[in-house]
């Protein structure tokens, strides 16, 4: 049997590499998890009472972009949001951002651009799926790096105009996973200008919008729409598993112009799973709550404030503008991740675990990632113990 080899330059996962390093040792206490980025807080209290209400609709097919009432719902809380007004016809629901942000690669990636190979720009570090979906399109994935010397964001623009003539899609995410950058918006006005200039579409994976420390983050319909850019020049991706802590709901959606939207609709009619009408149910009475998300966001908050003094005064730690990672310097990162693991019992990821080597070059090494999710009374625990063992 022959395979193609378009997936044979991925690296190992991020979490059966983190085991194969930590595995074999044992704790130096008792283990503290700090890696994966799965919301611990509590999920709306109507959920259940939702989802009884509905049983009986897992006796039907769900539909496939989504019920009225969710699109409807989703709709609803862009304009809430975000100023903008985006129809039912511009959204479908998702079983989850990772499905959309893959398979609208898929529906709306040409296989060739201006006669050559398409290419597709990436944030490095970056969310794995987005490396998965270029190789399945059989796309060139141009990996960027996100330092801080840029504000952990990718700066797309320094790349040759032969290579930009190249892209289809560049995927940005804002607030980013892992370093916690906010996109400004007059970075992502000069990116959708950029997109214009050279014909290609930004996915913005906006899933940790809803958590931040200052203020909103911009997102970038509202961007696109002040600029006064065609809104199939955008595609967002939201969720409900970091905004609601649901996410084993599986609940997500994308947004972008009608054309763009038809052409996904179609590919999930084909080859698609829609989310089960119970499921989308909750999933609009979530989207329509938002006294339970500033209470979400208010738990963060002091989890914020518990990692500012820990780490008080430790040269280049910086509080994430959103999300719930803190991104904290390390001489290497899997060196780190093991001695806390080995003497400590903490249990965190190595940066470069997130990243690609480029030339040589790993933008991820000298981090680790640690996820803010426990209860208030462990993540303070973790942290310190984190910065003993590591900074004093």
């Known amino acids: 049997m022959v395979y193609p080899e378009r997936f044979s330059n991925l690296p190992e996962y991020a979490f059966p590499r983190l085991r194969t390093l930590l595995d074999s040792h044992a704790p130096g206490g008792e283990p503290i998890a700090m890696t994966i980025g799965e919301p611990r807080h509590a999920m709306p209290d109507f959920v259940g009472q939702v989802l ?32 903008v007004e985006v129809g039912p016809d511009r959204i479908m629901a998702l079983n989850g951002t990772r499905e959309g942000l893959f398979n ?17 720009l990436i944030p490095n570090p970056f969310y794995q799926v987005y490396a998965v979906a270029a190789a399945t399109v059989g796309a060139e994935p141009i990996f960027v790096p996100a330092r801080a010397e840029t504000n952990f964001l990718p700066d797309y623009a320094s790349l040759p105009p032969e290579v930009l003539d190249r892209v289809t899609i560049a995927y940005l995410c804002s607030p980013s996973n892992p370093q916690g950058a906010v996109a400004p918006r007059d970075y992502l006005a000069e990116l959708l200008a950029l997109a214009e200039k050279h014909d290609f579409i930004v996915f913005a994976d906006e899933c940790y919008s809803e958590i931040w420390r200052t203020e909103p983050p911009p997102g970038a319909l509202e961007v696109a729409a002040a600029e006064g850019h065609d809104p199939e020049r955008v595609a967002v991706f939201h969720s409900l598993s970091k905004r609601s802590n649901l996410p084993g709901l599986r609940s997500g959606f994308v947004a972008s112009g009608p054309e763009n939207v038809r052409q996904i609709r179609q590919l999930r009619a084909y080859a698609g799973a829609p989310l089960p009408l119970p499921l989308q149910a909750v999933s609009a009475r ?18 914020y404030e518990i ?9 280049g730690f910086g509080l994430p503008e959103g999300g719930f990672f803190l991104w904290l310097p390390v001489d290497d990162g899997e060196a780190a991740a093991l001695k806390l693991w080995r003497e400590t019992g903490v249990r965190v990821l190595p940066g470069a675990y997130l990243a690609r ?3 040589g070059e790993n933008p991820g090494k000298g981090y680790i990632r640690v996820a803010l999710v426990a209860p208030k009374e462990e993540t303070q625990r973790g942290l310190i113990t984190l910065r003993d063992c590591i900074y004093v």
């Open 104 to 120: 609208a690669a898929i529906a709306l990636c040409p296989e060739t651009k201006n006669g050559k190979r398409p290419a597709i």
């Open 52 to 83: 009884a209400e509905n049983l009986v609709d897992f006796g039907k097919y769900p539909t496939n972009e989504g019920s009225a009432a969710l699109l409807g719902a989703i709709s609803g809380w862009i304009g809430r949001r975000y100023g």
């Open 286 to 303: 979530v989207w329509a709550d938002e006294a339970h998300v500033e209470a979400n966001r208010a738990l963060y908050a002091e989890k």
């Open 357 to 359: 080597d480029v030339n």
């Open 307 to 315: 990692a500012a003094e820990v780490f008080s005064g430790l040269q």
